[in-house]
Each structure stands twice: as structure tokens, then as C-alpha cells.
């Protein structure tokens, strides 16, 4: 199956030579990085987490979205998302190899990582990550592998691959879960330390993984033969509608017992984010962003009549693409370490190598999922004209 | 397969031989050096913590004990089985004897081709310190 | 049918209950003040004694010397084991717009607490810092994979991350003690090598060789001890109470 990716017209090849350009670029910023250190970066003493784990927060969420397909098609029988759960889950594969990547080019002593394995640590969430995404990487290549592989061969899949589809699908809530533990766990940060974070991770991501693969599913539709249907697409943008309201609604609620109870150590994070503390507010210009797209998006997707135009549906995708991103990546990590224990306002501001290593990781990840959907597109062609 | 392919198969095979043999082809034409590296013991010393033999085939391991005793039990002394109780310290044991890295910690190292990491935190006794090998 | 499904109710109920008894005798231990046995250090800063030299770095002076701890300019690259803050800034929320300026300008050294229940040996993935027996939270660098899970995880802002390698930036490298490499973690260590030649730590070395003798070290458990006898008579109080990490980094103000 594999070969199919290598084969392909002069805008595939285009496509696959931009990315494998961005990929060069990366590399090279992160030689850079190992040979300097993490000094390269806009990280400090202060902020030891940004840019990085921010991409890894968000693509985890974009991973863990694919349940939105997968639960409706497998658990209940939802025929029109036949075509389009093979594309979520390959989505699912390449955010995950993403994330992982993201986590790689974060660490201080990259060569160390296997310590994870070697001394287990079941007290950390970090651990836990770990073995969760493992985990669902393997999940979703062997579904993936297997359900792609019968249909390519005109049989049912095996009896054997429903239980672990069925497993799939809290383990791709877990994976969010314990991404937003690792937060939310933290007595030293006051802006993480709420229980709804869980549900704020997996309504963003909900909203933002479906938006991502409506763009994908219309982009395929156009370049290729492969039609995921009208109506999966349609399902799919009520699916972000709901998710979009939902995280908007949890978003209010956190800035109302933040904001009415007024107690400083929460008001200052909301502070810091949308107007400025001390006179420094690097991020409020994306934050009111972030809101304004939010809010213009879920209106217009609440109008059918946008919901049914492919030519401005994947714009307010975007957007919501954008907001979420910006929220849940910069407004949430950088934000939680502002202002610092002390109650100093350090800010942080992503550098150009740091901004090229996440652009080369973003490179491989769109070149695993390029490679992916190609496969997937061919053989159905394939079988389709058969 | 087919006759014409066998040629290019067959060729390619004792390419590879070729290439994946070199090291044993330049060996034997007597370029690498076949004797162990002269080493320079510290003047005046006549025994290590252990005997030679010894620590020449497992200082490493001893080390690594020696490290998650120190920093993770607390635990500082080494009993010897020949030499007696010892502080357990890469810096203040082993290298206030071995003071000259480059004459002994390296010639065996770059020998076999290891590039021990100890090096970026342990500090080198200052005479050599010029000379990092690393 | 029947009889099973009350049997395994009535097993449920009971094993509940059981939880529910044993959990808090699960929870006590030395966080709570109960004695232990062994040794358990701990620090007392008093900080009346720091206000009346006004300046003085002696304290982090010694500690940064002795343990080959670089000097970085770019602040935000700063690698710091002790260091001075504000009063308000090192107890957020234990001053009000009438303190006295005399505390509101006081600078107290701060450092790693060394908590009893440390949140950075809870979130370590390799457990590359841990907690000792004698209450002493280490720092092994050999493990740290330099994920900085810990520096978020810390209420006080203790900990530093070698964002470029130190040793251009160490004044005068020791050879008794290592220095660490780039992409490691470090923190105060209560100074484990000295504590392991009968040597206080050289915070209080220093503080005492400066005269002011502000920071006094010793065994919580043993009732003669310096710490002991100070809490014993003095007013103290610790960084965050209320997050219930239990530092042994007490303050005299």
C-alpha cells in the first residue's frame, strides 16, 4: 500500500518538495538548538514552557478529536461517515507523531528520553502521557492498517478489530484528559488549578479537529477523486458548532469565578492575558483575536446557509482553527506562568529558531498525513473504478 | 529472477562486501593501531581501589554504582575488596590520583571510540586542563 | 441470582467502609507533626537579623562558589540556587497596603524548601529529583532528561534549567565539586557533600562568618538543635502555606 505515496502528479511533488524544504529548515534550526541549548529559544527561568508544548497541547487535542468520527460510525452505525473516519484517524496518526515530536524537540537532554521507560514513574502525568499516546499512535495505525486494508480487498474487516476500535474511543478521551492533568494538577499555578480544564481541553479540541479535518476533506475533493460526502461534512460542522458553543460557554465560566470572586490570584492571569499587567500585555492584541474570531465564527456557523457553502465554510474553519489555537496554545501555557511565583510579569516571545523548529515539525507531520492520504485516495480510486 | 539480474545482484553483493569489510581490509593492512595505548599511572601511587584488571574491564559499572549510592542513598563510603574504605567520588577520589585525563582517562577512550559524557559536569583536575579531549 | 448480587453489595459496602476508615490514618506522618524517627533537617531564616545588613549577599555568595554555579547576564537565563527578594514578592500574600515599609523593602534570601510534600518529585517523570529520608529534596542530573516539569511544578520559583552550557559563565570553577551540563535542572541541595563531613551548609557558614548569623540550620527531630529551639520560642512562618507542600525553609520576620 505504502508505494502509493510515491507516486504522483507535478503539484503533489511540489507540495511534497515545499515541505520537505520546511522539514531541511527545521533540522537545521534544531541542530542549532542541540549544539546551543534551549537558550536559542524565547524560553526562561520564568517561562520554561512555550511555544513547544503549546503546538503539543493543541495537536493533541487535534489527535484525540478523531473520536468525533469514530464513535458515531462504529458505535452507531452513522453510515455517512463512512469515508471520512479513515481520514480522521490518519489525522489522528500524524498529530500524534506530532505531538511526540513536539515533546522531543522540548526536552533539555533529548538522548535521555528512554529514562522515562527505564524509570517508571506513575506519580508523574508526564509518564502517563507517554504510555497514552504511545498507545493510541499504535491504536490508530492498526485500525487504520487493518479496516483501509479489507476495504481495499472488498471484505469485512475482522470481528477482532471492533473491540479495539470500541477501545479507541476513551482512550482518545484520555489522551486529552491526561494532557490537561498535567496542568490542572499543579497547586504552583493558580490559572491551570480548576477541574474544568479537562472538559475546556476536549470541548476546544472537538471544535478545532473536526474544523482542521472538514479543510482536509474539502481540499481532498478538490485535488482528487475522493469524496468523503456532502453530508459527513455537514455532520461535521454541527460537531464544531456544538464544540465552538460548549468551549465558549466554559470559557465565560471560568472568567466569571475568576472575575466575580475577585481573588488576585486569578484575576491577574485574566488580567495579564486581555488588558496587560504592569504595563506589559504582549498577548492581548492575540487574545481579543482569538475572542473576536471565536465569536464571529460560531455565528456564522449557526447560519445553515453558511454551514452548505464550501467556499466560506473552510474560511470560518480557520478562524476557528486560529481562535482555538491561540487559546488553548498561547493563552493558556504562557499565560499560566504569568505572573511567576513571585508575582513578577515576565513575558515571553517565541524566537526565529524556535518558530523554524515548530514549522519543521508542522513539515513532517503534513508529510506523514500527505503520505497517508495519498495511499488513501488511490486505493479508493482504485477500488471505485473497479 | 531472471539471468540478467543475476549479473547486477551479484555485483552489487561484492560491492557491498567491499565497503561493509573495510575496517577489517585497513586493519590488516596494519594502519589502525593494534597495541593497547601506553597509559601514565600517577607517580607515587601503587594501588587503585580496586585491582587493575579489574577496573580497566568494569570502572564504568563501578562508577555508575558509585553515582546512585552518592546522590540517590546518601551512602559516601566504598568498601574495597582489596584496598580499604574510600570516598565515593569520581572528582575526589579517582581524579585527585589520576590527574592527567589526557595521558590516562583519553588513551583508551579514543582508542575504543567512547565519548564517556562525565566530562561536561565533571571538572578535570587543572593541569590538563587545556587539553579536553572532548 | 439474587443472594449473589446482595453478597457482592454487602462485600462493596463493607470495602468501602474500610477505605473510609483507613484513608486518614494513611495520610498522617511527619507533614503533620507527629515524630519521626531519624533525621529530618530543616532552615531558619531570620530575617530581623538580615534587615540589619541591608545589601549583603554573603549567604549566596558562598553557596554559588562552592557548588560552581554559573553567572549568567541574560536574566531570563539566570541560574540561581539562593537569592534575595522582596519581602512581598517572597510572601504574595501575607502583606497589605499598611505593612510597614521597613518589611515591605526587607529583602530575604530565598531558596529551594525542601518540602515534605515536594510537587516537583510528584510530577518527575524519571524521578530524577526524589525526596530523602532525612527530608532533603536531591537533584540527580545524571537522570534529568530536562523536560522542566519540575520548574512548573514549583510554588517558589526555586528551580533553574541550564539553558546554555555554564561553565563559560562560572567565575572560578571548583574542582571538589561538579559543575552540570546544558539541558539539566538544578537546585540548592542543602549541601548533601558538606552535611556528609558533620558541615552545616554554607549559607550558614557564611551568614555566620558575616556576623549576622540569620540563617541556622539543623535536625528538626532533635529538640537541642538550633531550628528546634528557635521554632520552639520564636514566631515563624513558611512561603505558601496554604498549598500545603510543607516547606522546611521556615521564616523568623
Avoid at chain 1, 466554559?250 to 492571569?269: K, M, N, Q, R, W
Avoid at chain 3, 558562598?62 to 537565563?77: G, K, T
Avoid at chain 3, 525542601?114 to 510528584?122: E, I, L, M, Q, S
Wanted: proline share 6%.
Amino acid at each position: 500500500m505504502l508505494e502509493k505515496a510515491l507516486k504522483g502528479n507535478s503539484r503533489y511533488w511540489s507540495w511534497v518538495a515545499i515541505l520537505v524544504l520546511v522539514i531541511a529548515a527545521g533540522f537545521f534550526a534544531y541542530w542549532r538548538q542541540l549544539n546551543h541549548g534551549l537558550a536559542i529559544t524565547g524560553l526562561s527561568r520564568d517561562v520554561p514552557w512555550g511555544f513547544y508544548i503549546a503546538q503539543f497541547t493543541f495537536m493533541v487535542g487535534v489527535a484525540a478529536s478523531a473520536v468525533m468520527v469514530v464513535l458515531p460510525y462504529y458505535l452507531h452505525n452513522f453510515k455517512p461517515f463512512a469515508r471520512m473516519v479513515i481520514l480522521g484517524e490518519c489525522l489522528a496518526i500524524a498529530a500524534v507523531i506530532m505531538c511526540m515530536l513536539f515533546i522531543f524537540v522540548d526536552m533539555g537532554q533529548p538522548a535521555r528520553v528512554l529514562n522515562v521507560l527505564r524509570y517508571p514513574s506513575p506519580n508523574s502525568l508526564m509518564f502517563w502521557d507517554m504510555m497514552s499516546l504511545a498507545g493510541y499512535l499504535v491504536l490508530n495505525v492498526v485500525i487504520s492498517l487493518v479496516v483501509f486494508g479489507s476495504e481495499r480487498k472488498d471484505v469485512p474487516p475482522p470481528r477482532w478489530i471492533r473491540p479495539i476500535i470500541i477501545l479507541s474511543i476513551p482512550w482518545a478521551v484520555s489522551i486529552h484528559t491526561v494532557t490537561a492533568f498535567l496542568y490542572s494538577g499543579l497547586e504552583a499555578r493558580s490559572f491551570w488549578l480548576t477541574a474544568i480544564l479537562v472538559p475546556r481541553f476536549l470541548a476546544s479540541a472537538f471544535a478545532s479537529g473536526p474544523s482542521l479535518l472538514i479543510i482536509l476533506a474539502l481540499l481532498l475533493r478538490r485535488f482528487t477523486r475522493f469524496d468523503p460526502g456532502s453530508e459527513a461534512i455537514q455532520k461535521l460542522t454541527l460537531i464544531v458548532t456544538y464544540a465552538l458553543t460548549v468551549n465558549i460557554f466554559f470559557v465565560a465560566v471560568e472568567l466569571f469565578t475568576g472575575l466575580y470572586s475577585d481573588i488576585p490570584e486569578h484575576v491577574h492571569h485574566f488580567q495579564y492575558l486581555f488588558v496587560g499587567l504592569e504595563g506589559k500585555a504582549a498577548l492581548a492584541p492575540w487574545m481579543w483575536l482569538s475572542v473576536s474570531l471565536s465569536v464571529v465564527s460560531l455565528i456564522l456557523l449557526y447560519l445553515p446557509g453558511v454551514r452548505r457553502n464550501h467556499r466560506v465554510l473552510p474560511v470560518v474553519c480557520g478562524a476557528v482553527i486560529v481562535a482555538v489555537w491561540i487559546e488553548k496554545g498561547l493563552g493558556l501555557v504562557v499565560a499560566g506562568f504569568i505572573p511567576n511565583p513571585m508575582g513578577h510579569v515576565v513575558q515571553y516571545f517565541p524566537t526565529v529558531s524556535e518558530s523554524m523548529i515548530t514549522i519543521g515539525v508542522y513539515g513532517i507531520g503534513f508529510l506523514i498525513l500527505t503520505g497517508l492520504y495519498k495511499i488513501v485516495t488511490t486505493i479508493r480510486d482504485q477500488i471505485d473504478v473497479l | 529472477m531472471s539471468h540478467r539480474d543475476l549479473g547486477k545482484v551479484v555485483f552489487g553483493l561484492a560491492v557491498f562486501i567491499v565497503l561493509a569489510g573495510f575496517p577489517i581490509w585497513y586493519a590488516v593492512a596494519g594502519k589502525l593501531q593494534r597495541t593497547r595505548p601506553e597509559l601514565e599511572y600517577p607517580p607515587g601511587e601503587t594501588a587503585c581501589v580496586e585491582a587493575k584488571e579489574y577496573m580497566a574491564t568494569s570502572h564504568m559499572e563501578l562508577l555508575n554504582e558509585w553515582r546512585d549510592a552518592v546522590v540517590r542513598q546518601g551512602q559516601r563510603t566504598y568498601t574495597s575488596r582489596s584496598n580499604g574504605h574510600h570516598d565515593m567520588s569520581l572528582q575526589n577520589t579517582c581524579l585527585d590520583c589520576h590527574r592527567n585525563k589526557t595521558a590516562f582517562c583519553d588513551r583508551c577512550h579514543s582508542f575504543v571510540g567512547v565519548r564517556p559524557g562525565c566530562w561536561g559536569c565533571h571538572v578535570e583536575p587543572k593541569e590538563v586542563l587545556g587539553d579536553e579531549a572532548m | 441470582m439474587k443472594r449473589c448480587r446482595r453478597d457482592f453489595l454487602k462485600l462493596t459496602g463493607f470495602s468501602l467502609l474500610g477505605l473510609g476508615v483507613g484513608s486518614p490514618a494513611a495520610g498522617s506522618g511527619e507533614s503533620r507533626g507527629e515524630p519521626a524517627t531519624g533525621i529530618r533537617w530543616a532552615m531558619v531564616v531570620d530575617t530581623r537579623k538580615c534587615r540589619r545588613t541591608a545589601g549583603c549577599t554573603a549567604c549566596i555568595e558562598a553557596c554559588h562558589a562552592a557548588h560552581n554555579v554559573p553567572e549568567i547576564a541574560e536574566s531570563r537565563h539566570e541560574v540561581k540556587w539562593i537569592w534575595k527578594e522582596k519581602y512581598p514578592a517572597a510572601f504574595c500574600n501575607q502583606v497589605h497596603p499598611y505593612t510597614a515599609e521597613s518589611i515591605r523593602n526587607l529583602r530575604v534570601p530565598v531558596l529551594c524548601n525542601h518540602c515534605d510534600r515536594p510537587p516537583c518529585v510528584r510530577v518527575c517523570p524519571t524521578q530524577a529529583t526524589f525526596r530523602t529520608q532525612d527530608g532533603i529534596v536531591g537533584m540527580d542530573s545524571h537522570r534529568c532528561i530536562g523536560c522542566r516539569y519540575c520548574l512548573a511544578a514549583c510554588p517558589y520559583g526555586s528551580r533553574s534549567f541550564n539553558w546554555l552550557d555554564p561553565r563559560p559563565h562560572i567565575p572560578a570553577i571548583r574542582e571538589d565539586y561538579p559543575t552540570r551540563t546544558k539541558g539539566v535542572v538544578e537546585k540548592c541541595n542543602f549541601c548533601q557533600e558538606r552535611l556528609a563531613k558533620g558541615k552545616p551548609p554554607a549559607c550558614v557558614e557564611a551568614s555566620r562568618a558575616a556576623g549576622c548569623g540569620a540563617i541556622s540550620f539543623g535536625d528538626l527531630n532533635d529538640p537541642e538543635s538550633d531550628v528546634s529551639s528557635l521554632l520552639r520560642t520564636t514566631n515563624s512562618i513558611r512561603r505558601k502555606p496554604n498549598l500545603g507542600t510543607a516547606p522546611s525553609v521556615f521564616y523568623i520576620v
